[in-house]
């Protein structure tokens, strides 16, 4: 059964600080998938990866296949970041996705 | 392009009562999906789609049906809801980019069954 550990479950963060958000997952994967959900709001891709690393603005995710692990890193913090964060992969899959179920960031001013 | 819309955003049901709730997209993907997520679980697959005309069951498809009679829209059914059944439902779409399948969501309706 694939199945997908997310810690922390929350999170609290000082502005400016450095952010790191851990994903664990137990099959094999084609993708691994990190998504953002603010309050109440929708939910949008960030990043899909198999292999290394990915940078986009203050946000790093990284991946380790071997060891099955990926990392949300989140430089220079903002309240703004403030959100639901989700881990998710294909466990094999080329059309499904399996969840982890979320790290819960709070930044405060 | 409006990507990932769901109707109703809100509604309230009673127990016994049925109800059904549209997603439409204009991306011409060719996979949707029905979630719900639930306070302290992940996202969980109720039903998804492979294509026009076809349906299969998810992780939790139990007292929900589902039907994609054109492919831009998939409908998911409650016959008897159950205040078990409330939830924030996702649906999503999803198109294969080499080994990725990227999934874009709709913003959410919120069902509660009283």
């Known amino acids: 059964k694939n199945e997908v550990e997310q810690s922390p479950q929350n999170l609290t963060a000082q502005e400016g600080e450095f952010i790191t958000i851990n994903c664990s997952y137990s099959?094999?994967?084609?993708?691994l998938h990190w998504l953002q959900q603010h309050p109440g709001g929708g939910i949008v891709s960030l990043f899909m990866?198999?292999?290394g690393k990915k940078k986009h603005g203050r946000l790093i995710a990284t991946i380790n296949i071997q060891e099955k692990h990926s990392s949300l890193h989140i430089t220079a913090s903002h309240p703004r970041d403030s959100a639901v964060y989700i881990c998710?992969?294909?466990?094999?899959?080329?059309?499904?996705?399996?969840f982890g179920k979320g790290t819960l960031l709070t930044v405060n001013p | 392009n409006a990507g990932v819309t769901q109707t109703p955003k809100f509604r309230v049901l009673k127990t016994g009562q049925s109800m059904t709730l549209l997603c439409a997209q204009d991306?011409?993907?060719?996979?949707m999906y029905w979630y719900r997520q639930d306070p302290g679980m992940g996202l969980r697959l109720i039903h998804y789609?492979?294509?026009?005309?076809?349906?299969a069951k998810g992780e939790v498809p139990d007292g929900y049906n589902v039907s994609r009679l054109k492919k831009q829209n998939f409908l998911l059914g409650l016959e008897s809801a159950a205040p078990s059944q409330t939830s924030v439902y996702f649906c999503?779409?999803?198109?294969?980019?080499?080994?990725?399948?990227?999934?874009?969501f709709g913003p959410g309706t919120r069902l509660t069954v009283l």
């Open positions: 999503a779409s999803g198109a294969n980019r080499g080994a990725y399948n990227e999934q874009f």
């Open positions: 991306m011409n993907h060719e996979y």
């Open positions: 789609s492979v294509g026009e005309g076809t349906t």
């Open positions: 990866l198999s292999s």
């Open positions: 099959v094999g994967i084609s993708a």
């Open positions: 998710a992969n294909s466990g094999g899959s080329n059309y499904k996705l399996t």
